[in-house]
Every structure is written in C-alpha cells, then in structure tokens.
C-alpha cells in the first residue's frame, strides 16, 4: 500500500500562515482534504501534475495556493490569513486516474492514495 509522506501543519494564531508538503509520486492529481470530529471529509485543493492547473473550494479562495514541484515529486498546500475555521486535520491524496477535459477530482473516493494527515490548529 503506497503511504504519502506528509509533512508540516501546527498550531498558528489567526491571520497566520503554515506550509504543508507532500512526497508522493505516479499521480494525475495531488489534493488537499480537511477533516473536523463528526463531519465529512472536506475538499480544500487540487492541482493537475502535468499541467498544474489548480482548483479550490471557494472557503479558501485567495488565501491558500496549491502548487507541485515536479523534480522532488512533492507538493504543497500554503495557507496564508488561516482562520479559526480551518482548524482540522488536513490530509493529502493523490489520484492516478486519466480524466479528460476540464473535469478534475473532488470527492475522496476518487483518490487512491493518502497520507496520515497532520494537524493545523488556528487559535483566535
């Protein structure tokens, strides 16, 4: 079973920011999840490896960027002006399925591969 090395997360105070990294490789998409107690595994963002084309649920919009680096075959969620709502447990997946088009991955389901997750804490 292939494990994603994750690495990163914290406890940040509100309007900080933390970088999260993942070592994965033989992907068509890299994404981000996040998790509370009690709720549904939530999606944050995803990028296209061969293209990086990047996708993101409108709650982080403008404060978070997803982003691959290629060579070390990792990648890399920035959150920059965290919130008190972003406290969860933040998880990185991989897909290795072919999609055509524009159409790009957003349920867990449709990932193959993820990590431990690590936690971020944001205090108010």
């Known amino acids: 079973q292939v494990q994603l090395a994750e690495s990163g997360g914290g406890l940040v105070q509100t309007g900080g920011s933390l970088r999260l990294s993942c070592a994965a490789s033989?992907?068509?998409?890299m994404a981000w999840f996040r998790q509370v107690p009690g709720k549904e595994r939530e999606f944050v963002a995803a990028?296209?490896?061969?293209?990086?084309?990047?996708y993101y649920v409108d709650s982080v919009k403008g404060r978070f960027t997803i982003s691959r680096d290629s060579a070390k075959n990792t990648g890399y969620l920035i959150m920059n002006s965290l919130k008190p709502e972003d406290t969860a447990v933040y998880y990185c997946a991989t897909a290795t399925t072919v999609y055509l088009g524009n159409y790009y991955p957003k349920a867990p389901r449709e990932y193959a591969y993820w990590g431990q997750g690590t936690q971020v804490t944001v205090s108010a």
């Open positions: 990028i296209k490896w061969s293209s990086s084309n990047t």
């Open positions: 033989g992907r068509t998409f």
